[in-house]
């Protein structure tokens, strides 16, 4: 037992701190580098989209990218190595966005072109707040994330009526319009009704008789209604004060790697294992 506590506060704490916390120099060089070299297999990526410059440079552009792949793969594997609770880390959302980002680069040896996907490794941008001491834009985001869950069943009562809403509408328009008008098919005309009802409006079919014309403004009239109502759930809850504490520290959790904890805060308030 004590062997284990050993080895808990030897290297693998002084690898987790660098890693996963800026408030010592190393941890905060450590993340000005991960940032640069995020942007650097970006720009990569994007540059390697570019025909004349992946005809003269493609070849090393790759390279590139799998150096960055391979040590992207060893700090997804140390801090692995380095968290408590690893299944809590890999299933947490930035564990998820580690590994999607280094994905890629493995998927493009079997189907060609999955390279482009790295741009995802943009989401790991976010942790620029922790680095340049915005933890308060944390908090603001968590704020909004804890909104979105608890509406998350009014949404999905609202899109499933949303949806019962546009077949019945791409029903209707299907028997006054038909094939002739171009709505082929009932799922074209949902097609239409949805393009129509979130005002999007590509043009590429449109009614052309009389009562199609009818419908299809008054489909218009009530996506303006149903754009608001989603706006206004979240809204809602937001109003409702989320709070979380105001002096909020930059420490992660040496167990399960969650962030946000008050500044006078002793153990974590996800997991409870001691800061």
């Not at 493995?106 to 189907?111: A, L």
């Not at 482009?116 to 834009?137: E, I, Q, S, W």
């Not at 038909?178 to 082929?184: D, I, T």
């Not at 989320?242 to 399960?256: F, G, I, K």
Request: net charge neutral; with cysteine.
């Amino acid at each position: 037992m004590q062997a284990g506590n050993s080895d808990r506060t030897g290297w693998r704490r002084r690898v987790h701190e660098i890693i996963f916390e800026a408030d010592t120099p190393a941890g905060k060089a450590f993340d000005i580098g991960l940032i640069l070299s995020i942007l650097g297999s970006i720009v990569a990526v994007m540059l390697e989209s570019v025909e004349p410059v992946n005809a003269q440079w493609g070849a090393q552009l790759r390279a590139i990218e799998w150096f960055f792949t391979v040590m992207f793969t060893i700090e997804y594997v140390l801090r692995i190595i380095t968290t408590g609770r690893p299944l809590r880390y890999v299933t947490s959302f930035y564990g998820i966005v580690d590994l999607v980002a280094i994905l890629p680069t493995y998927i493009s040896m079997v189907v060609p072109g999955g390279q482009y996907l790295l741009v995802v490794r943009a989401l790991r941008l976010l942790r620029v707040f922790r680095v340049l001491r915005l933890v308060l834009y944390l908090r603001e985001g968590d704020m909004i994330l804890q909104a979105l869950r608890a509406s998350g069943r009014k949404i999905t009562v609202f899109l499933f009526g949303v949806l019962t809403l546009v077949t019945i509408i791409g029903a209707l328009m299907y028997m006054i319009e038909g094939p002739e008008h171009g709505f082929e098919s009932i799922p074209l005309s949902m097609y239409w009704a949805v393009v129509t009802l979130t005002t999007v409006g590509y043009g590429d079919i449109a009614p052309q008789t009389v009562f199609g014309k009818l419908l299809a403004g008054l489909v218009m009239i009530t996506g303006y209604a149903i754009i608001a109502v989603p706006t206004g759930i979240v809204t809602a809850e937001m109003a409702r004060g989320l709070r979380l504490p105001t002096d909020v520290s930059r420490q992660a959790c040496p167990e399960c790697s969650a962030e946000g904890h008050a500044a006078d805060a002793d153990y974590c308030r996800f997991c409870g294992a001691k800061l």
